[in-house]
């Protein structure tokens, strides 16, 4: 087994820093803006997502979180406004949306659903192939 770190930069000057194992990325998954900030970061096992995904905007701000199993969405996914300030969480159940909060900009919930019809995470990929993830509103 061989473990090792590769870069990459990017034409819009951004550059990323992956850890692989026998070639598949295992470990930290990280892409930079041109100013050196972290933009995304994600926990990767055997080539999966497992672990933490996170987006940050150039201000630093986290703008996004979700945790996977095995490549599936599992626990509570976060969406937050460009300043920090939750926006809108969705809960996972290995894959299934089970609940969804939505709050305005003071924090208060002004949705609370729990999904009667679960939508699996592995349907959403035609959907959004890009992410993987419905947006479910």
Known sequence: MKKYIETKEYDDGSRGRFEKLNGKHDGLWQIFYPNGKIKWERQMSKGLDHGYSRKFNQDDYLVEERYYFKDVLDGCSKIFDDMGRLKEETFFDMGYALREKVYDAEGNVIKDET???????????????????????
């Open 115 to 137: 999904k009667d019809n679960l939508v699996s995470y592995d349907a959403t990929k035609l959907l959004n192939p890009q992410w993987g993830f419905l947006k479910l509103i």
